[in-house]
């Protein structure tokens, strides 16, 4: 432990008394750091387990699995006075909306920050490392954060991922402002709060996401369909990550080859022979009802006009060659899913191309006028 460490306190919170207390010694802070732990590697729906809050004098682990109402943090997420520090803040914000419902206003991510700043290296590690010489422990990494009690080591790693993103926001936001691109950062830190959704909601055409989905005939496909759902009903009842019930490789193997008894089912590399025994029932059933089923057909994505494709080259051209000048990566520039709004959307004027950049108002005033010259004369501005 690092003597930054060891000088500040370290909260638990485990019990509602104690939430609401932290909660109030939060709000009144200016700026807070936070980081969250889940289970994702451990259980079938994952949910957040620890939320950790630091301030410049003090460090909190939440245990969000003992107290049955987080409420009282939902201000202080909401709070446009209270600055909100994350790295790689997108995930977090993702889980803590799925799981509380909570929304957000007025963050700074560090990885984001890193990124705009041009750094190759954006993990929390390299920049704690750069910055304040320390080395994170990455034995806890893939930690199954729903277990209790957790070590008093896990207790210290997790605390270490928020305990120095204040002092790191205040290394960051100096080089932003120095390199002109603090206004650009502000930007992605407001878009980051826009849009926050619960992407767990399942589909019946998830299977389509599978490496290799698309390169089965119709036939095939329709048996992996059958297979993923035969092993998504495994991993709910054993709540287990899918891909730790059998593999997305093994169930496109048998898929392709479509096993016809237990015999067939052992000659395949991708299946182990423990899962053989155990789900082999259920898998030989699972082809058996996707040979009997219609063909599958991938979900219709139109392809693009061929004049909506030359405006994605001529813009992604064009933010490469813009990166390169300001020596930030191209989607700095420009944003994939505004590239391709812009695209579709071929606006003929600078107020049309305002509607489509409306979310970016700064890259609009910098960059709308180098865009619609290059829309509209298709060339480098």
Same mark, same amino acid.
């Given at each position: ?5 060891k ?5 638990w919170?485990?019990q509602?008394?104690?939430l ?5 010694e939060l709000?009144e802070a200016?700026?807070?750091a936070?980081?969250?732990e889940?289970n ?5 729906q994952?949910?957040v387990c620890l939320i950790?809050?630091s301030?410049?004098?003090k460090d909190y ?5 003992? &107290?049955p109402?987080?409420?009282p943090?939902a201000e202080?997420?909401?709070s446009?006075?209270i ?6 803040a997108?995930y977090?914000?993702i889980?803590?909306?799925r799981?509380?419902g909570?929304?957000?206003?007025y963050l700074?991510?560090?990885m984001?920050?890193?990124?705009i700043?041009?750094y ?10 750069k910055?304040?010489g320390v =080395?994170?422990n990455?034995k806890?990494q893939?930690a199954?954060w729903g277990k ?10 997790? $605390? ?8 790191l926001q ?5 080089e932003?402002i ?8 502000l930007?992605d830190f407001?878009?980051?709060?826009q849009g926050?959704?619960d992407t767990?909601?399942?589909s019946?055409?998830?299977f389509w996401k599978i490496h290799?989905?698309?390169? &089965? ?5 329709a048996v992996?369909?059958?297979?993923y759902?035969?092993r998504?009903?495994?991993?709910k009842? =054993?709540?287990r990550p ?5 593999s997305?490789?093994?169930l496109v ?5 479509c096993?016809k008894?237990?015999?067939?089912? &052992?000659k395949?590399?991708?299946l182990?022979e423990? =899962?053989?025994?155990r789900y082999?029932?259920?898998?030989l059933?699972a082809i058996?009802e996707?040979?009997q089923?219609?063909p599958a057909?991938p979900?219709?994505h139109t $392809?693009?006009?061929n004049s909506?494709?030359?405006r994605? *080259?001529a813009?992604?051209d064009? $933010?490469?060659?813009t990166?390169?000048?300001?020596g930030?990566p191209?989607?700095?520039?420009l944003?994939? *899913?505004?590239?391709n709004?812009?695209?579709w959307?071929?606006?003929?004027d600078i107020t049309e191309? =305002?509607?489509q950049?409306?979310d970016?108002p700064? $890259?609009f005033?910098?960059?709308g006028? *180098?865009?619609?010259t290059?829309?509209t004369h298709?060339?480098?501005?």
């Amino acid at each position: 432990m690092s003597n930054s460490l060891k000088n500040v306190e370290l909260v638990w919170v485990d019990q509602p008394q104690q939430l609401r207390q932290a909660a109030c010694e939060l709000a009144e802070a200016d700026i807070l750091a936070v980081d969250t732990e889940s289970n994702s590697l451990y259980a079938y729906q994952e949910q957040v387990c620890l939320i950790q809050f630091s301030t410049r004098g003090k460090d909190y682990l939440v245990d969000a699995l003992a &107290l049955p109402d987080l409420s009282p943090l939902a201000e202080i997420f909401t709070s446009e006075r209270i600055l909100k520090v994350f790295h790689a803040a997108e995930y977090d914000l993702i889980c803590l909306f799925r799981d509380y419902g909570f929304r957000f206003n007025y963050l700074f991510d560090t990885m984001v920050a890193a990124r705009i700043l041009g750094y190759q290296k954006i993990g929390l590690g390299s920049l704690l490392e750069k910055y304040f010489g320390v =080395q994170m422990n990455k034995k806890y990494q893939r930690a199954n954060w729903g277990k209790r009690p957790l070590k008093a080591d896990m207790l210290e790693y997790a $605390r270490l991922d928020s305990h120095y993103l204040i002092p790191l926001q205040d290394e960051l936001r100096a080089e932003l402002i120095a390199a002109d691109l603090w206004e650009l950062a502000l930007e992605d830190f407001r878009r980051l709060t826009q849009g926050v959704e619960d992407t767990t909601e399942s589909s019946e055409d998830d299977f389509w996401k599978i490496h290799g989905a698309r390169d &089965l005939s119709p036939e095939q496909a329709a048996v992996l369909k059958s297979l993923y759902q035969f092993r998504e009903s495994v991993a709910k009842a =054993q709540n287990r990550p899918p891909f730790k019930v059998i593999s997305h490789q093994a169930l496109v193997e048998m898929a392709e080859v479509c096993p016809k008894n237990h015999a067939d089912l &052992l000659k395949l590399s991708v299946l182990h022979e423990n =899962q053989a025994k155990r789900y082999g029932r259920g898998l030989l059933e699972a082809i058996h009802e996707g040979r009997q089923a219609p063909p599958a057909y991938p979900p219709n994505h139109t $392809r693009p006009h061929n004049s909506v494709l030359h405006r994605i *080259d001529a813009l992604q051209d064009w $933010r490469k060659y813009t990166g390169r000048h300001l020596g930030v990566p191209s989607d700095v520039v420009l944003p994939r *899913d505004v590239l391709n709004r812009i695209a579709w959307g071929n606006p003929g004027d600078i107020t049309e191309l =305002q509607v489509q950049m409306q979310d970016v108002p700064y $890259r609009f005033n910098r960059f709308g006028q *180098d865009i619609l010259t290059l829309l509209t004369h298709g060339e480098h501005a």
